[in-house]
């Protein structure tokens, strides 16, 4: 299994081609999924940001 399940933010925001300082402002409104924090690390699970694509693009 290569597939990343969890992303920090830089990489979550690439993935919906927007800027960090963009991607963070969504975080705080909750427009995007929120992250996951294991052991003071803040994460993205890919398939959250997965389903938020299908979600906004059908």
């Given at each position: 299994?290569?597939?990343?399940?969890?992303?920090?933010?830089?990489?979550?925001?690439?993935?919906?081609s927007?800027?960090?300082?963009?991607?963070?402002?969504?975080?705080k409104?909750?427009?995007?999924?929120?992250?996951?924090?294991?052991?003071?690390?803040?994460?993205?699970?890919?398939?959250?940001l997965?389903?938020?694509?299908?979600?906004?693009?059908?």
């Open positions: 299994m290569n597939e990343k399940l969890l992303v920090p933010a830089a990489e979550a925001a690439r993935m919906l927007m800027d960090r300082s963009t991607f963070w402002n969504k975080v409104l909750k427009q995007l999924p929120q992250p996951v924090k294991i052991a003071g690390i803040t994460r993205w699970r890919v398939s959250d997965r389903g938020f694509v299908d979600v906004v693009s059908s």
